[in-house]
T-cell receptor, first 110, second 114 residues
């Protein structure tokens, strides 16, 4: 079953913060985050594994709540380059397949 | 080094025709994935290869869809008797190893069925 992402879309001014949530009805072992700009291929941001620590990448970080089967992506002091659609991809233990959410469209305006 | 490449980049076909989409993964990547992305939608898993075998074909939407991988490298996704609902961007990704590694995506093939 497809994970649910929220919000579906968000518009921010440059410098503002955003949180994107990803919830699954299934037990999770891994959560992947990708960003896709219009007309381009998705680009990897980070992976979080069950039992792992919160990850960070520049001003983008993420957390993984195993009990709630949720992950959140945090973007701080957003830049224009952060615009795009963010997808979470979830995987179970021993299952290499990722099930992607429907995406969150993030628009950063000057 | 070279990334994942896909060909053709665009394909327009008539309903009922067969099409073949090709994916060249990054050299040495053992895992290969096919996804489909309809306009404005998320990524829909189709099939996963580990080497030449496909342990998970669960995402193939019908028996008109098939895929193979030869020599642990190039993969071909074949759609027979194409339908208009097959129109989408078909994305291929590869990964160096099965265990929860980053997937590197190719630029995709945009398929339009008239």
């Amino acid at each position: 079953q497809q994970p649910v992402q929220s919000p579906q879309a968000v518009i921010l001014r440059e410098g503002e913060d955003a949180v994107i949530n990803c919830s699954s009805s299934k037990a999770l072992y891994s959560v992947h985050w990708y960003r896709q700009k219009h007309g381009e291929a998705p680009v990897f941001l980070m992976i979080l594994l069950k039992g792992g620590e919160q990850k960070g990448h520049e001003k983008i970080s993420a957390s993984f709540n195993e009990k709630k089967q949720q992950s959140s992506l945090y973007l701080t002091a957003s830049q224009l380059s952060y615009s795009g659609t963010y997808f979470c991809g979830t995987g179970g233990f021993g299952n290499e397949k990722l099930t992607f959410g429907t995406g969150t469209r993030l628009t950063i305006i000057p | 080094g070279a990334g994942v490449s896909q060909s053709p980049s665009n394909k327009v076909t008539e309903k009922g025709k067969d099409v073949e989409l090709r994916c060249d993964p990054i050299s040495g990547h053992t895992a290969l994935y096919w996804y489909r992305q309809s306009l404005g939608q998320g990524l829909e898993f189709l099939i996963y290869f580990q080497g030449n075998s496909a342990p998970d074909k669960s995402g193939l939407p019908s028996d008109r869809f098939s895929a193979e991988r030869t020599g642990g490298s190039v993969s071909t996704l074949t759609i027979q008797r194409t339908q208009q609902e097959d129109s989408a961007v078909y994305l291929c990704a590869s990964s160096p190893w099965r265990s929860y590694n980053e997937q590197f995506f190719g630029p995709g093939t945009r398929l339009t069925v008239l």
